[in-house]
């Protein structure tokens, strides 16, 4: 017999290997019909398992959360039946659950088409209807091997000798089809439901790998529901309406080329964008952080010592001297972050306990290999920018410390227009770690204390919640996540206590009672990926950038050539008082370079003809707006010159 704890504290005994459907037959068929899986000791699995053991059992409906991402799984398997069904000798190789969605690859001759698109939907429910059981069954590695080789399926054969020799060769099947899969899934293909869609196809190399077949891969996206699927489809149509690639192109701020992927390429006004989220954060840091700047090439011994070769190293880019001649063997990497360089830095000199806490800032260029299919503009990119610092506090000074960098997290976030729905998480350590697990209870019971005094504080505005397994290798983090204009999540900001480090480098300060002590290292980093900030940003404003960001602030455009003169002066003036103004004295109609500029989406144009001339006015246009208001130039760029004032910059004359 095995004992089953249901969620009230019940506790009854079946049969060994009663299996969780027979459970719930046994309390009421409804309970049976309505439940897709079930959870034992937490750990969803099929609803047909077998329960051998002792365990807390849960029954999941398809609307409990944790039922979404079977939804998404098992819409998967139905989209490869679907396929296979339409077009025999499709090979199918994987198709796993994403953030928002699904894909699946397929290998054929000829791509899959947008336009087929329509035609597998209708397919997969035609299959969803049938409402076939989703049975789990267990193949020998020949068994499997030789049934897809008969099948034609050989990316299915390759991926079963992936397959460690001590895991289970698992098939799901849905009727007379089958695939090979972890699981688990729920109780049948009716479960899913028809609140799902098939989203694009796309070109993917199978593994990854350009020297591999070339696959087409098909993204689709389900949820529970049909209201929580329109509601995502139109979140989906305005973000390609704000997708910053597109509107790099339009204010002409980047481009990205082959030569160098996963760089970006600055044009004049994208860099006048970073530059000034650069000086915001230098006016921020002033007076608390040193700023410093450590070499972009290490000796690989470095990060070996960090533990980021044998962690990261399939991550890092490593470089030798090209030289034919070059008697330095030497193998350099090229960090991948700054956490090393500070160490030294902070080594180079004895340090004392009435040094701490010392608070050491970058803005460090880093490189991290990204495979080239997960590129995308400037959220996903090779070269970065981090707006990164650490802290070298005493363990007394630590909780603090994270409490203030919390401070400024949140109100840099507040100052770029982010003020509702910041969640924080903590996220504990990850399965493969450095340290002792004495250290990380330490370091994530300090956290835990933290958490709990950053949520008192945000008074109901910020949201906390634990992120189990996901904390850097050598310590515990606080992940900062932000919410955008059409509620999509944002995690940019990170802070991270790491006990690990310092000791590994024999970093260390004298402390009060004259001993050699070693510090804790608090990494943070407040945008994260300055570049990826910056999309987000261009994202949330969809281009119409807050006049203290905007790269063009004003634009001085003439109706007739009677007003170049004063139009010429007006910019004069708009320059002189720090506003970043143009002008425009192109022999076109006004009509047409208000177009022009809308579309670069330059937020204020400031109109002047003969009549403005003469009264020394100019009309002003908002972007956006097809009203125009007319005022006295120096009053009009008193009002532009305020505006364009950055929020911390307005702040400190308040306060001062």
Request: charged fraction near 30%; aromatic fraction near 10%; charge should be negative.
């Amino acid at each position: 017999m095995v004992a089953v704890t249901f969620p009230d504290g019940a506790r009854r005994e079946y049969p060994h290997n009663t299996t969780g459907l027979d459970i719930a037959k046994g309390i009421s068929p409804s309970l049976a019909k309505r439940t897709v899986a079930m959870a034992l000791d937490g750990v969803v699995t099929d609803l047909a398992d077998p329960i051998d053991h002792d365990a807390k059992i849960e029954f999941i409906g398809r609307e409990d959360p944790r039922a979404l991402e079977m939804i998404r799984h098992d819409a998967a398997h139905v989209l490869a039946e679907a396929v296979q069904e339409l077009w025999p000798g499709t090979q199918v190789t994987i198709g796993p659950v994403i953030e928002n969605g699904f894909y699946y690859d397929f290998h054929r001759n000829q791509p899959f088409t947008p336009e087929d698109l329509p035609v597998i939907e209708k397919k997969m429910k035609e299959i969803i209807a049938r409402d076939k059981p989703f049975t789990k069954e267990i193949w020998s590695r020949d068994k499997a091997k030789q049934t897809f080789r008969d099948m034609g399926e050989m990316f299915k054969v390759e991926l079963v000798d992936a397959i460690p020799e001590d895991q289970t060769i698992k098939i799901y099947k849905q009727g007379d089809w089958f695939d090979l899969c972890r699981g688990p899934h729920m109780s049948s293909t009716g479960k899913i439901g028809t609140a799902f869609k098939l989203m694009k196809v796309a070109g993917a190399y199978w593994r990854g790998d350009s020297n591999n077949p070339m696959l087409t891969r098909i993204y689709g996206t389900a949820f529970a529901k049909q209201d929580e699927l329109d509601l995502y489809l139109k979140q989906m149509e305005e973000a390609e309406k704000r997708d910053h690639r597109k509107l790099g192109r339009e204010m002409d701020l980047f481009h990205f080329q082959e030569e160098g992927p996963g760089t970006v390429f600055w044009h004049a006004n994208g860099w006048t964008i970073f530059q000034e989220i650069v000086a915001y954060m230098r006016r921020r840091l002033k007076g608390d952080y040193r700023e410093v700047n450590a070499p972009q090439l290490l000796d690989k011994a470095l990060w070996e010592t960090s533990g980021h070769w044998g962690w990261f190293r399939e991550n890092m880019f490593a470089a030798k001297s090209a030289g034919e001649n070059t008697e330095d063997e030497r193998v350099f990497a090229i960090k991948p972050m700054n956490c090393p360089g500070h160490i030294q830095i902070f080594k180079h000199g004895l340090k004392s306990y009435r040094d701490l806490p010392l608070r050491l800032a970058e803005f460090g260029i880093v490189h991290r290999y990204e495979p080239s299919g997960a590129l995308h503009g400037l959220l996903r990119v090779r070269g970065f920018t981090q707006d990164d610092a650490h802290v070298f506090c005493t363990e007394d000074q630590m909780a603090d410390e994270c409490l203030k960098i919390n401070d400024l997290i949140l109100s840099t976030y507040a100052d770029f227009g982010f003020e509702g729905d910041i969640t924080v998480k903590l996220s504990t350590r990850p399965e493969q770690r450095v340290g002792t697990d004495e250290a990380w209870d330490h370091a994530e019971g300090i956290m835990q204390d933290v958490l709990k005094r950053i949520e008192a504080q945000g008074q109901g505005r910020i949201k906390t919640a634990i992120n189990p397994g996901e904390g850097a290798f050598y310590g515990p983090k606080f992940e900062y996540v932000l919410r955008d204009a059409i509620g999509r999540d944002w995690q940019c900001g990170t802070t991270q206590v790491d006990f690990n480090q310092p000791e590994r480098f024999d970093a260390f300060y004298i402390g009060a009672d004259g001993a050699k002590t070693t510090p804790v290292m608090i990494h943070r980093a407040i945008c994260g990926s300055m570049e990826r900030f910056l999309g987000v940003v261009l994202e949330h404003y969809a281009g119409h950038l807050p006049l203290w960001l905007a790269p063009t602030q004003a634009m001085i455009a003439t109706i007739t050539q009677e007003g170049d003169d004063y139009a010429r002066e007006v910019t004069a003036a708009a320059r002189k008082i720090g506003l970043r103004a143009e002008v425009d004295l192109r022999n076109e109609k006004i009509n047409y370079k208000v177009r022009e500029h809308s579309l670069a989406k330059v937020p204020v144009m400031l109109v002047v003809g003969k009549k403005e001339a003469e009264t020394r006015q100019v009309s002003i246009r908002r972007l956006g707006s097809d009203k125009s208001q007319v005022m006295p130039l120096d009053e009009a760029l008193k009002l532009l010159a305020d505006e364009a004032t950055p929020p911390d910059v307005k702040r400190a004359r308040a306060e001062g």
